[in-house]
Structures are given as structure tokens and as C-alpha cells.
């Protein structure tokens, strides 16, 4: 089991261009030009701490996390080591500072009265799939987070829904953000920053990877990917409390931080961790956030 490394350049592919096609150290401070050397062998957990690029252990990335108030969480959404990861995390944090808040992309903001009935635990699974619509939204096989689900439940943890609407990034990309009706525009974020260079740069990288159907613009894609981007930051912004939030999102919205980690930072200055979950193999570039986990093959 290895992290092995590149260049953004050349590992702005596979697995984690998957994470941000979904469309369809160890410190909050900005990047430098200086790179860590090459990363050593992970111990058996398989985390390295990217701003040396050297193993640490699970205790040691705790107590680094336990020092802010906001830890994001990637994930490839069918991996089901990923998400074991998420709930160890989960429950290491609930234990040395209980009541963490955990945030997830998986559910958008109208749905949040349900996620407060499924934490008081007033619903039962199946009536928290039929009212939550899981199947209709966001469709990936429940089974892969019913066990973070049923530990919130059960330590009535706040379960707080960040995303918008799933069909308003589709509808931007294909017709533009001024096509929207006035209802779908309720749902946009109060302001959308678009002048991020190297976001532009990734997302241009994937753009140029799909062969659309539609005459779809990029600046339409990338408006898409950057509206769900910050109301993913504003929904983050705004649930931050006096305790802890966790937030589960995919891979390609924490990576190097300029999706939602930056965007929720410049609205609140508070300080944050990221840790990028890599599948076995995968090259990831050891910026491309806090602390990189690989699961064993």
C-alpha cells in the first residue's frame, strides 16, 4: 500500500476526476511553491500528512483535527472504505468533543427538517428514505452510509443538509444561471466567485474530457460547479456553532481546497482540515490537501 505522488498537472485524472464529474502541515494557510519530498510509507492506517508528505497515525491526525472547528472529509462516493474512514473519524472526534455536527453533501437544504426528525430519532430508516426522497436525489446505494446515518441517530448528533436542489446544476450547465425560473433562483447562493484561477483551470481540464450532446458553453459548466460549490460553503458558514462540524463531501469538492474549504473560510476565518480519500493506486498530488488516506488494496 503506497500515496504515491505527482504534479497537479498530471494527476488531475481517474479516479478523482470521477469525484468532480459528479457535476453531471496539516494547516489552514495558502499554498506555496515549496513541495514536501517524497512521501514515505504510510503505517497500516494509510495516512500521510500531506505538508511533509510522511506517515502519521490515526492519533496523531485526531489531536492535528481536534485543533479546529471545521474537518471536511472527501470520499469517492461507492467507496465503502471511504465512508468506514468518515465514521471513524466521526466517532473519534464525538469522543474527545462530543456532539459533533456532521454536514453532508448527500442532502440539500430543503430537507433538513427531515434530517432533524431522523437525529431526534423520530423516524425509522425506511420512513427517512421515502421522506428524504434518497433514491430520487441522490441515488447512490444507501447501504454505503447507513452506518454513519445510524450513528448520528443514535447519538442524536445535528445532521445538516448543505447542497441545493440536485436538478439546478444541470439546468445551469445546459441553459445558463438567467434561465433559471425566479423559484430556482431562491435557491442560488448569495454571491458566486468564478475568478478562481486554478478551479478554472480543473474544471476547464474536465470539460474538455466530456463530449456533450447539447450545445453546453463552458462558462455555463463552470458557473454550475461553482453554484454548487458555494452553497455548499454557505450552508457550511452558516451551521458552524460552538461545537464541531464534519463535512462529508465528494473528493472533488475539498481538493486543494478552493472548492467548498476556501469558499466557506473567506465567509467565517474559521480555520479548518481536509482529508482526501484516495483509492488503492491512485497518484495524488501532496497539496491536494491536509491529510491523504489510501485504504488497503
Given at each position: 500500500?503506497?500515496?504515491?505522488?505527482?504534479?497537479?498537472?498530471?494527476?488531475?485524472?481517474?479516479?478523482?476526476?470521477?469525484?468532480?464529474?459528479?457535476?453531471?502541515?496539516?494547516?489552514?494557510?495558502?499554498?506555496?511553491?515549496?513541495?514536501?519530498?517524497?512521501?514515505?510509507?504510510?503505517?497500516?492506517?494509510?495516512?500521510?500528512?500531506?505538508?511533509?508528505?510522511?506517515?502519521?497515525?490515526?492519533?496523531?491526525?485526531?489531536?492535528?483535527?481536534?485543533?479546529?472547528?471545521?474537518?471536511?472529509i472527501g470520499e469517492k462516493h461507492t467507496s465503502a472504505e471511504h465512508h468506514a474512514f468518515q465514521l471513524r473519524v466521526i466517532q473519534?472526534?464525538?469522543?474527545?468533543?462530543?456532539?459533533?455536527?456532521?454536514?453532508?453533501?448527500?442532502?440539500?437544504?430543503?430537507?433538513?427538517?427531515?434530517?432533524?426528525?431522523?437525529?431526534?430519532?423520530?423516524?425509522?430508516?425506511?420512513?427517512?428514505?421515502?421522506?428524504?426522497?434518497?433514491?430520487?436525489?441522490?441515488?447512490?446505494?444507501?447501504?454505503?452510509?447507513?452506518?454513519?446515518?445510524?450513528?448520528?441517530r443514535e447519538q442524536k448528533l445535528r445532521l445538516v443538509a448543505i447542497n441545493l436542489p440536485f436538478n439546478i446544476p444541470p439546468k445551469?450547465?445546459?441553459?445558463?444561471?438567467?434561465?433559471?425560473?425566479?423559484?430556482?433562483?431562491?435557491?442560488?447562493?448569495?454571491?458566486?466567485?468564478?475568478?478562481?484561477?486554478?478551479?478554472?483551470?480543473?474544471?476547464?481540464?474536465?470539460?474538455?474530457?466530456?463530449?456533450?450532446?447539447?450545445?453546453?458553453?463552458?462558462?455555463?459548466?463552470?458557473?454550475?460547479?461553482?453554484?454548487?460549490?458555494?452553497?455548499?460553503?454557505?450552508?457550511?458558514?452558516?451551521?458552524?456553532?460552538?461545537?464541531?462540524?464534519?463535512?462529508?463531501?465528494?473528493?472533488?469538492?475539498?481538493?486543494?481546497?478552493?472548492?467548498?474549504?476556501?469558499?466557506?473560510?473567506?465567509?467565517?476565518?474559521?480555520?479548518?482540515?481536509?482529508?482526501?480519500?484516495?483509492?488503492?493506486?491512485?497518484?495524488?498530488?501532496?497539496?491536494?490537501?491536509?491529510?491523504?488516506?489510501v485504504p488497503s488494496p
Open positions: 500500500m503506497r500515496a504515491a505522488f505527482k504534479n497537479q498537472t498530471d494527476r488531475i485524472c481517474g479516479a478523482l476526476a470521477v469525484a468532480a464529474l459528479l457535476l453531471a502541515g496539516c494547516a489552514v494557510t495558502p499554498q506555496t511553491d515549496e513541495r514536501p519530498s517524497a512521501p514515505e510509507m504510510p503505517p497500516p492506517e494509510g495516512i500521510v500528512c500531506a505538508s511533509t508528505g510522511r506517515p502519521v497515525s490515526f492519533d496523531a491526525m485526531l489531536a492535528d483535527l481536534l485543533t479546529v472547528p471545521v474537518v471536511y473519534a472526534l464525538h469522543l474527545q468533543s462530543p456532539k459533533p455536527a456532521v454536514a453532508m453533501e448527500m442532502f440539500d437544504r430543503s430537507y433538513q427538517a427531515v434530517l432533524d426528525l431522523w437525529s431526534a430519532g423520530q423516524l425509522d430508516e425506511d420512513g427517512f428514505l421515502r421522506r428524504s426522497h434518497w433514491y430520487a436525489n441522490w441515488r447512490f446505494d444507501y447501504a454505503l452510509y447507513r452506518d454513519i446515518l445510524e450513528f448520528v445551469i450547465r445546459v441553459g445558463g444561471i438567467e434561465h433559471l425560473s425566479p423559484f430556482e433562483k431562491g435557491f442560488l447562493p448569495a454571491k458566486v466567485d468564478t475568478a478562481v484561477a486554478a478551479h478554472r483551470e480543473f474544471a476547464l481540464k474536465i470539460f474538455s474530457m466530456h463530449d456533450f450532446k447539447s450545445n453546453v458553453r463552458f462558462e455555463d459548466f463552470y458557473m454550475a460547479q461553482c453554484v454548487w460549490e458555494e452553497v455548499m460553503a454557505e450552508s457550511v458558514a452558516g451551521s458552524l456553532g460552538d461545537g464541531r462540524l464534519v463535512v462529508l463531501a465528494g473528493n472533488g469538492h475539498i481538493q486543494y481546497k478552493y472548492g467548498v474549504p476556501e469558499r466557506a473560510f473567506k465567509r467565517t476565518g474559521a480555520p479548518y482540515r481536509t482529508i482526501y480519500q484516495a483509492s488503492p493506486g491512485e497518484e495524488a498530488d501532496p497539496s491536494i490537501a491536509d491529510y491523504i488516506f
